[in-house]
């Protein structure tokens, strides 16, 4: 069996767009592409933690649009500062998302035309976990279905106010249990949640009988809806 890990580098306000570099996605009018760059950089143990997600045993998982971004940089970077990253892509297969026609010139890549489904058929294989990069789109379908089994999250210390962001409002209720955490000097937290469940809920101090003003309350909330 196949897991499902999604891989989001994330903002404070959970914005995981173009993290890499200011023309790798402006799409929406977001013009802060880059935002991670100087932390990359400077941060030895965000280092560590990348290096951690990619030295297991993994294939990609990607949207189009993050396929044809990776497309266009890592097949040429073999020999620069992220050498082993490079060849680990470069070797590995490739699991593209897509229902519109794709340029799949990315050695090892294949097309998924029905992602839901096939995510599915494939976590039902023996093989390496299927890690997602980026692809906000396809995390979210994945999200929906219930299919994911494990979020790794970078988190950096910045606001960006808007861009897309790692959940929506289709992602199905789901608890997850923290089983891995670290913080860097420059203060990126990496987290890691396995699926854990069912969303559970109680009242704060146990339950109790309401008072009048609580029930007055509650009944002025239902009549603004």
Do not use: C
Not at 176 to 186: D, E
Not at 193 to 220: N, Q
Request: hydrophobic letters at 40%; charged letters at 25%.
């Amino acid at each position: 069996m196949r897991k499902v890990i999604v891989g989001a580098m994330v903002s404070m306000d959970g914005v995981m767009q173009a993290p890499g570099g200011p023309e790798e996605d402006p799409t929406g009018g977001f013009r802060f592409g880059g935002w991670v760059a100087p932390f990359a950089e400077t941060d030895p143990v965000f280092g560590e933690e990348i290096g951690k997600l990619f030295g297991e045993p993994f294939d990609l998982l990607l949207g189009r649009r993050t396929y044809e971004i990776f497309a266009a940089h890592w097949p040429h970077a073999e020999g620069g500062p992220y050498d082993d990253i490079a060849k680990t892509f470069n070797r590995i297969t490739k699991y593209v998302a897509t229902r519109k026609g794709v340029d799949l010139t990315w050695k090892g890549s294949v097309a998924l035309r029905d992602a839901a489904r096939e995510v599915t058929r494939l976590k039902q294989e023996d093989g390496p976990a299927l890690v997602t990069q980026g692809s906000t789109e396809l995390v979210h379908s994945l999200l929906a279905a219930g299919l994911v089994d494990e979020i790794r999250t970078f988190t950096f210390p910045v606001v960006l106010g808007k861009g897309k962001r790692l959940f929506d409002e289709t992602s199905e209720p789901r608890g997850f249990r923290l089983t891995y955490g670290a913080v860097s000097p420059n203060g990126v937290i990496a987290a890691t949640y396995l699926r854990d469940g069912e969303v559970m809920t109680a009242t704060v101090g146990g339950a109790e009988e309401p008072t009048a003003a609580e029930l007055a309350r509650r009944e002025k909330l239902k009549r603004e809806g």
